[in-house]
């Protein structure tokens, strides 16, 4: 018997705070018409003091739980994309698995930066493939909020905060149709934020956006069409656009690419913003809950972040 992963569920969590760009606005030099037109944002979600990415991962996790019908007990693997862990270690998925009270089964983080799920999504398919679990938690949780410069304009109105949760198990038919992730450090000054414990570097996201944007674009582009190329299928046989949201203008450059128009296209940066590794999964549950994504539509995820690190995922969901 041929074994694939299969989508059982979905999750996200939002926190309640919302910031608008007027808010930012009062602060730096900047205007909502510049934000939304440059980026697509309009307002994105701030954790609470109390918040961390375990606590926003639990509420995901849960979420997606119950949306697949089972207990906690029924995950065998847990794997956290996050660039905003709890501590430098142990990981997030550990904490999140005391959270959940899961007893024996591994659980790790995934640095991928902003491909975080994807990446995670791609090593709980081999996993599955392999016959070496059976119930594996992917979850994307970012408090971003934590690590920006608010006094950076090219930076502190880009971000939000949030977790995305799937659940997947077996099947004998191909939900997961196959993931491809891939990496070149040879950009890694591009987009960072430093570890405190060396030198003296403020612990803040920096980036240089209009590189990031020329290489996202290009590389988003190649990959959409290797992803289709490895599965024998067409532009016409997509069925929705799941991206990572860092900037509509990517996201609709990519849309263009594939032929597909915006309205199937699952977009969620205007109210978000760029919620890293949370953002794939948080469109994900959105538009299965809303009704918008169906059983047997084919799906396609992709992201590219810090690194860089980038990658696709397509679903037969
Ligand atoms: O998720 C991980 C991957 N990240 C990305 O994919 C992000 C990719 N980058 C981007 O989305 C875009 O590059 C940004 C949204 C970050 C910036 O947009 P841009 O069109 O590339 O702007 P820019 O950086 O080239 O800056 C254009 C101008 C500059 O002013 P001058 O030098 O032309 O006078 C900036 O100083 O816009 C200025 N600027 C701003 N103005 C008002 C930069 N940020 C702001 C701001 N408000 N918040």
């Not at 983080?109 to 398919?125: E, K």
């Not at 081999?126 to 690590?147: D, F, H, K, P, T």
């Not at 090219?154 to 077996?170: E, I, K, M, R």
């Amino acid at each position: 018997m041929r074994r694939y992963a299969t989508l059982l569920g979905t999750g996200g969590y939002l926190p309640e705070t919302i910031l608008t760009n007027a808010q930012i606005a009062e602060t730096v030099d900047t205007s909502d018409a510049w934000i939304v037109e440059r980026t697509g944002i309009r307002t994105r979600r701030i954790a609470a003091p109390h918040e961390t990415a375990s606590s926003m991962a639990e509420r995901a996790a849960r979420d997606a739980l119950q949306a697949a019908g089972l207990e906690p007990e029924a995950i065998d693997l847990i794997i956290v994309g996050t660039g905003t862990p709890d501590r430098l270690f142990p990981s997030t998925a550990c904490l999140l698995q005391q959270r959940l009270a899961i007893r024996q089964c591994a659980a790790f983080d995934v640095q991928a930066a902003c491909s975080g799920f994807i990446f995670a999504l791609s090593i709980a398919d081999q996993y599955i493939r392999a016959g070496s679990a059976r119930c594996v938690l992917v979850v994307g949780s970012e408090l971003n909020s934590r690590i920006i410069d608010w006094s950076d304009r090219s930076t502190c109105v880009l971000f939000g905060d949030g977790a995305g949760a799937a659940v997947l198990g077996v099947a004998e038919e191909p939900g997961l149709l196959s993931t491809h992730i891939q990496s070149d450090g040879q950009y890694h000054d591009l987009l960072y934020v430093p570890n405190p414990a060396h030198g003296n570097e403020p612990p803040f996201l920096k980036m240089e956006g209009h590189e990031v944007f020329k290489v996202a674009v290009n590389t988003l582009g190649r990959i959409v069409d290797e992803t289709l190329a490895a599965n024998a299928l067409t532009q016409a046989d997509i069925d929705w656009l799941v991206p990572h949201q860092a900037n509509i203008r990517i996201i609709s450059a990519t849309a263009k690419k594939l032929g597909l128009p915006m309205e199937r296209v699952v977009v969620t940066i205007e109210n978000q913003g760029n919620t890293s590794a949370a953002s794939i999964p948080l469109a994900l549950n959105e538009a299965i809950r809303d009704g918008r994504i169906q059983r047997g539509h084919t799906v396609l995820m992709e992201a590219f972040g810090a690194g860089f690190a980038w990658g696709s995922a397509l679903l037969r969901y």
